[in-house]
């Protein structure tokens, strides 16, 4: 046993370069394990940084300083976020408040059309069957009901917390884009001077991190904004909560529509009833989420992620159960930072392939 260790070992890290990645690459997932809460308006703030660093090397490139550069990019996103904070928040809480004020509506309702099916379908449902499930959904429906005011009270609480992010991660992204440079260089003087393995990782992975985090962006934008202009002319209740889900949802490959649907359809349900105009509801969702997955994504991304779907799904389950939403949101640039350094993880023949050359040259 304890050969085939050592073998493996010599096989896999014989090569300081090898080791001096895998050390790297635990060191910063033991550091956001650890200390992922107490340090989150920085992690926070070094995503948006490099988001946005993208706008500035975009100015840089038409000789306008970094520091100017700097400046116009952290105004444009400070707006930005207060047009969120004030514009959409509050319209957003509106239509959550209206939509909880009808929900026992829809529930009575619901239990009508259930106790209707026996009469209807009495060869594939029972009167008890339908009076268990009724017993089911309304027990599952008060246990909600004590999360969110769990969650509400939660949330007084955590005030404090938004007002301190809200202070910290503005001033914290202008920092990080304007001494880029400075702070590159200071965690390169940790690295030892032969790093080509770590730097080739790094360019496959900004590059396709890059592409896909920005892209994934724009994407939210324009789905959530044609859904909402769509879900308005079609007078659909609650239209920016529902479009503002849909948006979100392309954050979950495969999983993320299919589970929007189901509010979507609930709400065109209760408002027009199995009619016309909750065909061209779902007809139009379906229409958007087409475009989106056959002309949009290919569009944004091309070939900047190429993962296998299994993949996919698989990163998706395993980092949203590790960090929530913010795994299920960078669980796709994690799971291509581990293919990246599959890729140019130097294998047996090629070590032996580079100690030749180096004994020839």
């Given at each position: 046993?304890?050969?085939m ?6 096989r896999h890290f014989?090569?300081?370069q ?9 060191s ?6 650890l200390?992922?809460d107490i ?6 703030s ?5 988001l946005l660093?993208g706008?500035?090397e975009?100015m840089?490139r038409?000789?306008?300083p970094r520091?100017?550069?700097?400046f116009?990019?952290?105004f444009i996103f ?6 969120m904070t004030f514009g ?8 959550v408040?209206?939509?909880f ?5 829809m529930?009575?309702?619901g239990?009508q059309?259930l106790?209707?099916?026996p009469e209807h379908?009495p060869q594939?449902i ?7 499930l009724?017993?089911?959904v ?11 005011f769990t969650l509400s009270?939660a949330?007084v609480?955590g ?10 991660v503005p001033m ?7 001494d ?7 965690a390169?003087?940790?690295?030892p ?5 770590s730097?080739?990782v ?7 991190i890059a592409?896909?985090?920005?892209g ?8 959530w904004?044609v859904t ?9 209740n609650y ?5 503002f ?6 954050i979950?490959p495969?999983i ?18 199995f009619?016309?105009?909750f065909?061209?509801?779902l007809a ?14 290919p569009?944004?991304?091309s ?5 296998h779907?299994i ?6 389950l395993v980092?949203g159960e ?7 949101f960078f669980?796709i640039?994690?799971?291509t930072?581990?293919?990246a350094?599959?890729n140019?993880?130097?294998s ?9 050359q180096?004994?020839?040259?």
């Amino acid at each position: 046993m304890i050969e085939m260790l050592r073998a493996w070992y010599q096989r896999h890290f014989s090569d300081p370069q090898v080791v001096t990645l895998a050390l790297f690459l635990i060191s910063g997932f033991a550091v956001v394990l650890l200390a992922g809460d107490i340090i989150a308006p920085v992690l926070a703030s070094i995503v948006i940084a490099y988001l946005l660093d993208g706008a500035v090397e975009l100015m840089r490139r038409l000789y306008i300083p970094r520091v100017v550069a700097t400046f116009v990019v952290s105004f444009i996103f400070l707006a930005f976020l207060i047009l969120m904070t004030f514009g959409l928040v509050p319209l957003l809480f509106q239509q959550v408040t209206e939509f909880f004020r009808e929900f026992p509506n829809m529930i009575s309702r619901g239990q009508q059309l259930l106790m209707q099916l026996p009469e209807h379908y009495p060869q594939f449902i029972s009167q008890t069957q339908v009076q268990d499930l009724i017993g089911v959904v309304r027990a599952e429906v008060a246990t909600f009901g004590q999360r969110v005011f769990t969650l509400s009270l939660a949330s007084v609480v955590g005030l404090f917390t938004v007002l301190v992010y809200a202070v910290l991660v503005p001033m914290l992204v202008f920092f990080f884009l304007k001494d880029k440079m400075r702070i590159m260089d200071w965690a390169a003087g940790f690295l030892p001077e032969d790093r080509r393995l770590s730097v080739e990782v790094w360019a496959e992975v900004n590059n396709k991190i890059a592409s896909y985090v920005r892209g994934k962006f724009a994407e939210i934008l324009i789905v959530w904004s044609v859904t909402y202009i769509t879900f308005v002319i079609l007078g659909l209740n609650y239209a920016m909560l529902l479009s503002f889900l849909v948006g979100i949802s392309v954050i979950i490959p495969y999983i993320g529509a299919a589970a929007v649907t189901l509010p979507v359809a609930f709400i065109a349900y209760f408002q027009w009833g199995f009619g016309s105009d909750f065909v061209y509801t779902l007809a139009a969702y379906g229409i958007i989420q087409f475009l989106d997955g056959n002309l949009l994504v290919p569009l944004l991304f091309s070939e900047a992620v190429n993962l296998h779907p299994i993949a996919t799904i698989t990163a998706v389950l395993v980092f949203g159960e590790y960090w929530g939403v913010w795994g299920v949101f960078f669980a796709i640039p994690l799971a291509t930072l581990i293919h990246a350094v599959i890729n140019v993880w130097p294998s047996r023949t090629q070590r032996v392939k580079d100690n030749q050359q180096d004994t020839l040259s």
